[in-house]
């Protein structure tokens, strides 16, 4: 191994490894205080739950730097029963935490997010919706609305979990990275890729572990549905016109694939 070794991937942050240590910096001065909202609450997370949490500390303020031990692993590939039930364990304990005690220790609360929520989908419809072909707009225009609806439960959530935020050894996940969208809001955002996204064995072993409401399993599929048009938002932005191009593809696949 590197004494330095860049796996600098993050649309957020770019992020270092140097032997046993992941060094974290924002990309954008607008970042910065996701950043540290994450430094602080992720010593508390640790503490609550049995393991999978690194806990981050900061170590320059000049950039704003944080670090984290490197977490083993690759990314999960979302077929085995194995690794399912561990992400269902870890969510429902994770969902199961005192959401005020999370706010308290640097967490966003439930009306900073739902206001971000609505200000992205007003940019999804102006900027995205326009671009689907004219025979899923109703159906992407739909699931904008419902979207908009506050959600029905509120917990401490990841926010970003995907195959590349849970690291896995062989049948074992070995931890849960990248904090940085983490929120009070809603429980389903997390469970989006784990039960519509994930291979079915992978899919109903979280379900069989979290045991989540049906209401809970719909709104999970359309925060699955809506992720590709944060993918297009950032090509239309710094991204450029190939996120825009893989974005669309997704958009529509998902759509197809569900409505």
Known sequence: MNSEDDFDCGWDNRVTRRSDWVYRT???PDREPQLRREARLLPWLAAQLSSGVPTAEVVSESPFTVRHRYVPGGPCP???PEHGQAVGRFLRALHALDPQKAEQHGARDPSDSLRELRETLARMERDVLPLLPKRRRQDGAGLLNRMRTPPPYLALVH???GPEHIRVVEDRVSGIIDWG???VFDPALDLAWAVAGAGPDFSAAVVSEYQPAEDLLERARDWHLLGPWHEVLYGLGAGGPDFVKSGMAGVVSRLDAFL
């Open 26 to 28: 924002p990309r954008f």
């Open 78 to 80: 979302g077929t085995a």
């Open 159 to 161: 926010g970003d979990l």
């Open 181 to 183: 969208d983490s929120c």
